[in-house]
């Protein structure tokens, strides 16, 4: 089984759209890449510097890094700094951080190949995963409990890739 860890704005929506994704066998929404070790939502809103992100494993064989990175880019705007959708904030920053070395390489490589479909700089952290930290339960499958909830991601944009 892979990992990896993707933050594409509020985390309803993103973990949402992804567990519909064939091959992804389990998701969790949390917080990475800030100042402190275990934050709190709370600290995310006060400045801890965290972004909200989802934990991904999935099956390789299935869905490869490729696919997850397509799927990614098809419900972000990867040139937006500190902005999803109506989402305001360091915590609503995009990014790509990476269990493997390895995929570094091929995450940089994949946003070279996309970066003529923007008019404007891809501005998508990609760095080694450090820190991730599970959000509240109130957070986990949110959208699935509350049906009605915002999201700034369209869900049914995933028939747009081959899945």
């Keep these: 089984m892979k990992k990896i860890v993707l933050a594409g704005g509020c985390f309803?929506?993103?973990?949402?759209?992804?567990?519909?994704?064939?091959?992804?066998?389990?998701?969790?929404?949390?917080?990475?890449?800030?100042?402190?070790?275990?934050?709190?939502y709370q600290d995310v809103l006060n400045g801890s510097g965290h972004t909200e992100a989802i934990y991904i494993e999935?099956?390789?064989?299935?869905?490869?890094?490729?696919?997850?990175?397509?799927h990614f880019f098809n419900i972000i705007d990867p040139t937006l700094i500190n902005r999803q959708?109506?989402?305001?904030?360091?915590n609503y920053r995009t990014g790509?951080?990476?269990?493997?070395?390895?995929?570094?390489?091929?995450?940089n490589q994949y946003i070279d190949s996309i970066r003529d479909k923007y008019a404007k700089p891809i501005v998508t952290?990609?760095?080694?995963?450090?820190?991730?930290?599970?959000?509240?339960?109130?957070?986990?499958?949110?959208?699935?409990?509350?049906?009605?909830?915002?999201?700034?991601?369209?869900?049914?944009?995933?028939?747009k890739i081959q899945n």
Excluded at 85 to 90: A, H, Q, S
Excluded at 128 to 149: R, V
Excluded at 151 to 157: E, P, T, V, Y
């Design 125 to 159: 952290t990609v760095k080694m995963a450090e820190d991730f930290s599970s959000g509240e339960e109130y957070h986990q499958n949110y959208l699935q409990k509350n049906p009605g909830g915002y999201c700034h991601i369209n869900l049914a944009k995933i028939s």
């Design 12 to 40: 309803w929506g993103v973990q949402a759209y992804f567990d519909q994704v064939k091959g992804v066998k389990k998701t969790i929404v949390g917080y990475i890449d800030g100042m402190t070790k275990n934050p709190t």
């Design 85 to 90: 959708g109506n989402d305001i904030g360091i």
């Design 96 to 107: 790509i951080y990476a269990y493997d070395v390895n995929e570094i390489k091929e995450i």
């Design 58 to 70: 999935y099956d390789e064989a299935v869905c490869s890094l490729k696919l997850l990175l397509d």
